[in-house]
């Protein structure tokens, strides 16, 4: 597709179970972030992939949550023992990611809204 | 990043210009200044970005005063659909890491 493609779009689920959340980012772009929004809030930064550097993962709030991007495309934010607290959208974004000066538009897909009863 | 400071909220009448600031005491020299807004239940969405020079594009101005210490998104009719968080922060660029989004600003336009 043209844009970034996240999935599933809602996710209902119980406290304790593991949950996945997919991200398909633009053909060709190197970067990856995801982020997450609590309602009414702004965006809190989770963890931002860069071709095949290291993830900066400064922003995973607890050891529960983690991402891998394979082969540098499409990545997976897992959160393990769901808690309520985790309920909000997940945005993924993904970004060109070269050394364009002037570049680094982020394209942010619709979201996975995740609730944990 | 450097960290960015936006009124939590604004109105607008409808056709009239909506003026947005924001504060970027901090910024560096090689960090430019990105708009985004997000429209309710939707992803956010790239407005306008620059350096020092203002710029405009089809949705909006953006001024850099020359201290580069503020700025202020301008849509110069507003229209009910512009009802949005608009978000501004600062990145170095393409290969710039996280960026940090603050709350943004609530811009409310009425008829």
């Known amino acids: 597709g043209a844009g970034v493609s996240q999935s599933p779009s809602n996710k209902v689920t119980e406290k304790g179970k593991d949950v996945e959340l997919r991200c398909d980012p633009i053909s060709g772009h190197t970067a990856l972030y995801w982020y997450r929004q609590s309602l009414g809030q702004g965006l809190e930064f989770l963890i931002y992939?860069?071709?095949?550097?290291?993830?900066?993962k400064s922003g995973l709030p607890s050891d529960r949550f983690s991402a891998e991007r394979t082969g540098g495309s499409v990545s997976t934010l897992t959160i393990q023992r769901t808690q309520q607290e985790d309920s909000a959208v997940y945005l993924c974004?993904?970004?060109?990611?070269?050394?364009?000066?002037?570049?680094?538009?982020?394209?942010f897909g619709e979201g996975s809204r995740l609730t944990v009863l | 990043d450097a960290k960015t400071t936006q009124p939590p909220s604004m109105d607008c009448a409808e056709g009239r210009a909506a003026n947005l600031p924001c504060n970027h005491s901090t910024i560096s020299g090689n960090e430019y200044v990105y708009w985004y807004r997000q429209i309710h239940s939707q992803g956010p969405q790239y407005i306008i970005h620059?350096?020092?020079n203002n710029e405009t594009n089809e949705m909006a101005s953006l001024i850099i005063t020359e201290d580069r210490k503020s700025s202020t998104l301008i849509l110069p009719h507003a229209t009910l659909r512009d009802t949005a968080v608009y978000y501004c922060?600062?990145?170095?660029?393409?290969?710039?890491?996280?960026?940090?989004f603050g709350d943004g600003t609530t811009l409310t336009v009425k008829p």
């Open positions: 992939f860069q071709g095949n550097s290291a993830p900066d």
């Open positions: 974004a993904s970004s060109l990611g070269v050394s364009r000066v002037g570049t680094g538009e982020l394209f």
């Open positions: 922060i600062v990145r170095v660029g393409a290969n710039a890491g996280k960026s940090t």
């Open positions: 620059g350096l020092k």
